[in-house]
């Protein structure tokens, strides 16, 4: 699945009830709550985080990388001799991101019952949470989203 593939697989997404893991559901629910209290979240919409030509919103990417510290990755790297972006890496020795974890964890967010199903997927607004932690949990709910869907 390529990156365009997956934003509209998520702008046209709709939630099955019937898919949803019961202990994933409370956990994600629990973090977009802390999210939505936490007055220092800044939000983005779908629409927002492509530029022209496809590109990711370089204002989008500076905010995420000051943030959490954080590098962009455009492609994920392979044969990491140092583990640096390694799956099995525990999410708080994490040091570079991708635009495949930016729709995981707008993927995510969407599946929470705080965001309004009635509304287009592409203006919803999507938080980035001030916590690191909160930012990487939600890629990791959003990609298991993902993955439990393929399967």
């Known amino acids: 699945m390529t990156v365009r593939q997956y934003l509209d697989k998520i702008i046209n997404f709709r939630v099955d009830e019937s898919k949803e893991k019961d202990l994933l ?3 994600l629910e629990r973090l ?8 220092k979240a800044i939000y983005f919409t779908l629409n927002s985080l492509f530029q022209e ?3 990711l919103n370089s204002e989008l990417l500076k905010s995420i990388t000051n943030r959490y510290g954080l590098l962009f990755l ?13 799956e099995e890496l ?19 967010v969407l599946h929470s019952s705080l965001y309004n199903k ?3 997927n592409d203006i919803q607004k999507i938080p980035l949470p ?11 709910i959003g990609s298991t989203l993902r993955n439990q869907e393929r399967e």
Do not use: H, P
């Open 90 to 108: 525990r999410l708080e020795y994490k040091q570079s991101f991708t635009a495949f974890d930016l729709l995981d964890l707008c993927y995510a």
């Open 130 to 140: 001030m916590d690191s932690n909160v930012f990487w949990k939600l890629i990791q």
């Open 53 to 55: 030509r496809s590109e």
């Open 74 to 86: 455009d492609k994920k790297e392979t044969g990491n001799v140092c583990f640096a972006n390694s």
């Open 25 to 27: 559901k409370v956990d």
């Open 118 to 120: 009635d509304l287009e």
């Open 32 to 39: 977009v709550l802390k999210i939505s209290l936490d007055e």
